[in-house]
């Protein structure tokens, strides 16, 4: 039997995104593999893009307001 989707709210603490920031700004990056990007793993470029992102980018009280 399907189940109907129910209505959720999205809260983060605070001092859980100022967590989840201050650990995003100490990520430590190796050197990128030799060779083409993403052919041992993630291009380290695209990855330090994606952290700077979700460190300084993603706007959590906006998503909480979407919900």
């Known amino acids: 039997m399907a189940r109907r ?3 959720f709210r999205l809260h ?3 001092r859980a995104i100022d967590d989840l920031r201050a650990r995003l700004a ?3 990056f190796p050197d ?4 083409e ?3 041992y793993g ?3 470029a695209y990855l330090r ?3 700077a992102y979700w460190r300084d980018g993603f706007d959590w009280r906006a ?4 919900a």
């Open 5 to 7: 989707a129910e209505p």
């Open 12 to 14: 983060v603490e605070q």
């Open 26 to 28: 100490l990520t430590r």
């Open 32 to 35: 990128q593999a030799p060779g």
């Open 37 to 39: 990007p993403w052919a």
């Open 42 to 44: 993630t291009d380290v």
């Open 49 to 51: 893009e994606l952290v």
């Open 63 to 66: 998503q909480g307001k979407r």
